[in-house]
């Protein structure tokens, strides 16, 4: 027969074993929080490495992310900020899949810049289901503000909006009221014309045809005599990478330039292509950035380091990574948790944005709102030192280059 202590005991002992249990859990849980908190933060460039981008983004976004980081003193709220890379290839089922190790099992918190609205869309999503964060350099896409926008992302790069806002008003003024288009036959083509189409015909220009081109097409002497035979007084060139540079050096080749026809490229980004072509093939170039290494000290400053670590001035999109990576790192610094991206994104949206010396705004729907610039290309005589290629024409204020809050946008909705 038991004693009344035995007893007691043997009552007792299932509630013992459920408290040691209990206690060994906590101690797991803590020991991996410590463990993920003193992990690196991870912050992934997925970009075009080897492609018509290459130049563009690739390694240079790459070494702008991380002088990012080194001049915000390589860590952030005690952890260690590392920067990590990939190729999309322009694939969106290779960028996603990418992405989505990344924030499973690599500790990626963040990914930027991203070239091809079709793999910015794709990674979207792929970073809202994971509650990660999107800084979009590259991609023009509207619709990542719109009808795609996300509390996980936020479109840095000047948009098709922009581009369409941005140089051809300036230039209907002026009285180039007749336009030909000659543009790459995918997505971010058709929207760059018709959103420019939509800001010519309100100002009361006319546009007086348009032709299509496959993308890596090589020769584009066809469409180039079909813009010359308009007669317009600008050709708008809605496509981008080597295309772009090749339409800009076969235009200077058949004396198009300087010859009553203004060749105004519709793209995100320039530079490298003026750099390649040189000045006397890209001058009386007119069109629209977000940044040029040479238009203020802050930008001098940060692109001559960049020229020594890369060997090239950096280009808008390598600008505007450098811009957002710095903009993250100053959320994390006010303690959020860096795992939860729409947490993240509104610490960004609370502190004011510094986009070499000019203010720059994140929006609820993911719209970063700041000035843009309309430059021409000077000629061969008119530059004075090495990388001086562009000659500011105006200083464009956000509201006029930024497209209002669409309720397309849910986030838009739920104010």
Not at 78 to 94: F, I, L, S, T
Not at 195 to 211: L, M, N, P, T
Not at 294 to 320: E, Y
């Amino acid at each position: 027969m038991k004693t009344h202590a035995s007893a007691s005991l043997a009552i007792h002992a299932p509630r013992r074993l459920a408290m040691r249990a209990a206690v060994a859990a906590g101690l797991l849980l803590s020991f991996g929080c410590m463990a993920q908190s003193s992990a690196p933060i991870k912050i992934g460039v997925l970009n075009d490495q080897s492609g018509i981008a290459a130049s563009l983004s690739g390694q240079g976004s790459v070494v702008a992310a991380r002088m990012a980081v080194e001049d915000f003193g390589g860590s952030v709220a005690g952890r260690k900020v590392e920067v990590v890379y990939a190729d999309h290839q322009y694939k969106p089922d290779v960028g996603s899949a990418i992405v989505r190790r990344w924030f499973d099992t690599e500790g990626v918190t963040a990914v930027v810049d991203v070239p091809s609205s079709a793999v910015a869309l794709a990674v979207q999503e792929v970073t809202r289901q994971a509650n990660r964060v999107a800084l979009f350099t590259s991609p023009a896409a509207s619709q990542l503000t719109g009808k795609a926008c996300s509390p996980n992302g936020i479109q840095w790069a000047q948009d098709t909006y922009g581009m369409a806002n941005g140089a051809p008003p300036e230039l209907l003024k002026t009285g180039s009221d007749s336009w030909y288009f000659i543009t790459i036959d995918y997505a971010y083509g058709t929207a760059t014309e018709k959103d420019a189409r939509d800001v010519i015909e309100a100002h009361r220009g006319k546009v007086v045809g348009s032709v299509k081109h496959a993308a890596n097409a090589g020769d584009f002497s066809s469409q180039l005599l079909q813009a010359q035979a308009s007669k317009a007084k600008v050709i708008a060139l809605a496509t981008a990478g080597d295309d772009m540079s090749n339409l800009v050096k076969q235009a200077a080749e058949f004396g198009i330039s300087g010859h009553g026809q203004t060749i105004a490229p519709l793209t995100t980004a320039m530079f490298n292509a003026v750099h390649g072509l040189g000045l006397k093939s890209a001058s009386g170039l007119v069109f629209t950035e977000s940044f040029y290494w040479d238009r203020n000290d802050k930008s001098r400053q940060f692109s001559k380091r960049f020229l020594a670590k890369h060997g090239t001035m950096p280009s808008a999109i390598q600008g505007d990574t450098y811009s957002a990576v710095t903009h993250y790192l100053k959320a994390l610094a006010t303690g959020v948790n860096p795992m939860d991206g729409i947490a993240v994104v509104k610490a960004m949206r609370d502190i004011p944005g510094d986009d070499f010396g000019s203010p720059a705004k994140v929006r609820v729907d993911g719209r970063v709102e700041r000035d843009l610039y309309m430059f021409k290309v000077k000629t061969p005589e008119q530059s004075k030192y090495a990388w001086d290629y562009y000659t500011l024409q105006k200083t464009l204020p956000a509201a006029s280059v930024t497209r209002a809050p669409t309720t397309e946008c849910s986030l838009v909705k739920a104010l």
